[in-house]
C-alpha cells in the first residue's frame, strides 16, 4: 500500500516510446487526466511511487511538444484572449491521438 504521507516531488518524468525524458512540472503534466490518475497514490500505479510515466504510445517530438502544450496551458489557463500555439502540420494527426490518449 503507498505511504499516502510521503512528501511529492514537485517534478515528474515523463519517458517517450522512444526513450526521451521529459523532466516536468507536476502541476504541468497534471494537465492530462491520464497522467494525473497515473500519478495519484490513491490508484496504487507504480508511476505514483517513482514519479516516472512511460508513454510507449508517444514518439520524443510528439512528447516534446505535448509538453510544451502543458506548459502553455498552465501558463494561460486563467487567460480568456490567448493566442494560437505553433502546431506543424506534420505533427496534426499524431498530437490529436496524443490528446484523445491523455485525456487533455
Do not use: W
Not at 512528501?7 to 494537465?31: I, K, N, Q
Not at 487567460?79 to 496534426?92: G, H
Amino acid at each position: 500500500m503507498a505511504d499516502t504521507n510521503k512528501e511529492l516531488s514537485p517534478f515528474v518524468t515523463l519517458v517517450s516510446a522512444d526513450g526521451f525524458e521529459f523532466h516536468v512540472r507536476r502541476s504541468a503534466a497534471c494537465v492530462s487526466g491520464t497522467i494525473r490518475r497515473m500519478l495519484d497514490v490513491q490508484n496504487n500505479f507504480s508511476e505514483a511511487q517513482s514519479g516516472v510515466c512511460h508513454l510507449e504510445n508517444l514518439s520524443g517530438i510528439v512528447l516534446e511538444k505535448v509538453v510544451e502544450y502543458f506548459y502553455y496551458n498552465e501558463k494561460h489557463h486563467q487567460s480568456s484572449s490567448v493566442a494560437d500555439m505553433d502546431i506543424p502540420a506534420d505533427l496534426c494527426l499524431e498530437l490529436l491521438m496524443a490528446a484523445d490518449y491523455l485525456d487533455t
